[in-house]
């Protein structure tokens, strides 16, 4: 939920709360005052129509429909002032009213009488309801007022809030220049920036810190490795091992090989990563394509597979040529590596894809094949399929992949 | 043939100048931009064997150097680094190759004899081994005088095996040297028996001899009778 819907609706809220309060309140005030009001005017005329009695007007004249007086039998209580609210039958409108009821025993020289006057509460109601709507008015339009103000403040007050969140989505971990926020007035943000300021370079620092142990650590393991070789090949050239001694050899031989590469690969990972690799406007992609085919077309007669290339359309495309050819190099080697006896590959392009598809095991490439060291083969290093999608990432390739039929199928669409 | 060895590692230093001793080379060793500066100036070399790390510098220096006294040597750059830049700042300073550490000696070996047929042979570029005669202009191979046809990489590993003749060679250098880096990638190094069987029945069909012998779980040798 937005920042200002939040807001909004906590002002409303409380405007309401507040609105309810003040309007309970008003209206207390309003009913004592109008009903002390209405009281003191039935006692009032009670006394005048006492005073006609006893100046000997006549009752009949007395009575209209808010005064009843009557003569009664003589009653012990006298002079008790009883105020009651009724309702009553109004025909004019045919409805029924709320009126107060004054009722009082009088004795006026030897005769009883019985005075009841009537005050209809209309009058009453007609104002409450008229204070409630404008209550309601008001209420309303200071809300309207509120969630308007609140908008066009917001959209100024927060600029640099929203300002510093655009500049944080185009940071960039690996690169040099820190982000540049703009200069605020306003405290609050003032620190959030600085702050988010000594973080990133905080974060910049580790990661570039990092970044060099890990290059360092690749670049310094190649020497040690370059003697054990060279090492183990002077063993395997010595002639005097005996078989046992040479297939030892071999195997350490072998293993550092496998370690060299390992290691290379997550350097070549890294390095793509950390943008070693620049980008070239329209490189020829077709082309490495048909050279990588040319450069692997013996070992795949060597392998029994058949190829089927079908490579017309020019495609080119904003990459570094030297990863477009790890990138190609890759699918061709995989097809080759992930294939059956006697199985096919079939290399395709069309206005902007390139179509590798092969004969495989029958079993799919799951998602996390595309990270590092997930392999199917244990003779792999696990580190082809998340060279290819580091790649494809890098330079906006789209990699589609789909096992139907036996067949592996990637697509690269440029 | 004169090759200076500039390699700070000491270890692996002497381990080149043994392995090109046996190949018959004069080998001189030196481990700094500095002694190496001062050798190219004093001496001519065949070739020279460039790492790139060394502890007083980087020997692209050397290579500038050696621009600017304008002496032609063959150079081969050595790296302990993949990265690319170095790669392309090594060629474009005039270094004929480029290896990266760890390498296969088999390789280097190759690479270097190669950088030297290039540079010094530059009239005659016949190699001649046994019955077998190459020319390396005309990527022409010629048995008993017979020409031989030969796919690339049949060509590729004859002279592989020339170039190391009479040293075992495993099937992941061959695999390295045709194919480049990522003999990972290829499941099993079988195919290349069929290979090395077929570039074997075209040098007998002509009547050469059969240099090539097995070794069993190792590789194979490649010697004259």
């Known amino acids: 939920m937005k920042l200002l819907v939040k807001t909004s609706i906590y002002y409303a809220m409380g405007s309401l709360l507040a609105f309810i309060i003040a309007g309970y309140i008003i209206l207390l005030n309003y009913t004592t005052i109008i009903d002390k009001d209405v009281n003191e005017y039935l006692i009032n005329r009670e006394e005048i129509a006492t005073t006609q009695i006893v100046n000997d007007i006549q009752i009949a004249s007395l009575n209209n429909y808010e005064q009843i007086i009557k003569k009664i039998q003589p009653i012990d209580d006298l002079d008790e002032l009883v105020l009651k609210d009724t309702s009553m039958y109004d025909v004019i409108d045919d409805h029924f009213h709320k009126y107060r009821k004054l009722q009082v025993n009088r004795k006026i020289g030897r005769q009883y009488f019985d005075i009841t006057i009537f005050k209809s509460l209309i009058q009453t109601e007609i104002l409450v309801t008229e204070v409630l709507k404008s209550m309601i008015t008001v209420f309303l339009g200071l809300l309207v007022f509120l969630i308007v103000g609140n908008i066009l403040i917001s959209r100024n007050l927060w600029k640099p809030f929203k300002d510093t969140l655009s500049k944080l989505k185009d940071y960039e971990l690996g690169s040099v220049k820190p982000v540049d926020f703009s200069k605020t007035s306003t405290r609050e943000f003032g620190q959030l920036n600085s702050m988010i300021n000594i973080m990133t370079n905080k974060i910049h620092t580790d990661y570039v810190n990092l970044k060099e142990f890990t290059e360092n650590a690749a670049h310094e393991i190649q020497t040690p490795l370059a003697i054990i070789r060279s090492k183990c090949e002077l063993l395997l050239q010595s002639g005097t091992l005996n078989e046992t001694e040479l297939k030892n050899a071999k195997s350490i031989y072998n293993s550092c090989l496998r370690l060299s590469k390992i290691n290379r690969g997550l350097s070549l990972l890294a390095e793509i990563e950390s943008g070693v690799y620049g980008v070239s406007k329209k490189v020829n992609v077709t082309e490495i394509l048909e050279h990588q085919i040319e450069h692997y077309k013996e070992a795949i007669d060597l392998n029994n597979l058949q190829l089927e290339v079908l490579v017309e359309n020019e495609i080119k495309h904003d990459i570094n040529a030297e990863l477009a050819e790890v990138l190609i190099s890759n699918f061709i080697k995989n097809a080759i590596k992930h294939n059956i006896s006697d199985g096919k590959i079939s290399i395709r392009t069309s206005t902007n894809k390139i179509h590798f598809s092969n004969s495989g095991e029958p079993k799919g490439i799951d998602k996390v094949m595309f990270k590092r060291f997930e392999k199917s083969n244990t003779n792999s290093l696990g580190l082809g399929l998340s060279i290819i999608s580091k790649i494809c990432r890098k330079f906006d390739i789209k990699l589609v992949y789909n096992y139907q039929n036996g067949t592996h199928n990637f697509e690269l669409i440029f | ?225």
């Open chain 2, 1 to 225: 043939m004169k090759l200076l060895i500039v390699e700070d590692e000491h270890e692996l230093q002497e381990d080149i100048a043994a392995f090109f001793k046996k190949e018959h080379f004069l080998c001189e060793s030196v481990s700094s931009v500095y002694e190496a500066k001062e050798k190219v100036y004093m001496y001519d070399y065949d070739a020279i064997i460039l790492d790139i790390g060394l502890p007083d510098g980087s020997g692209l220096e050397v290579l500038e150097y050696l621009k600017s006294i304008e002496k032609n040597t063959g150079i081969l750059v050595l790296s302990a680094r993949g990265a690319v830049d170095d790669k392309i700042s090594g060629l474009n300073l005039g270094a004929d190759d480029y290896l990266t550490k760890p390498f296969d000696f088999n390789e280097l070996n190759a690479r270097v004899k190669s950088i030297i047929r290039r540079k010094h042979f530059k009239g005659n570029n016949n190699i001649d081994f046994g019955d077998i005669n190459i020319n390396t202009n005309s990527q022409i191979v010629k048995v008993n005088s017979n020409e031989i046809e030969l796919t690339k990489k049949e060509y590729q590993l004859l002279l592989f095996f020339i170039s190391n003749e009479n040293r075992v060679i495993t099937k992941e250098s061959i695999v390295e040297h045709l194919w480049g880096d990522d003999t990972a990638m290829f499941g099993s190094f079988d195919f290349i028996y069929s290979h090395i069987k077929n570039l074997r029945k075209k040098i007998v069909k002509e009547g050469g001899s059969d240099y090539l012998s097995t070794i069993y779980g190792v590789g194979y040798k490649f010697k004259r009778d």
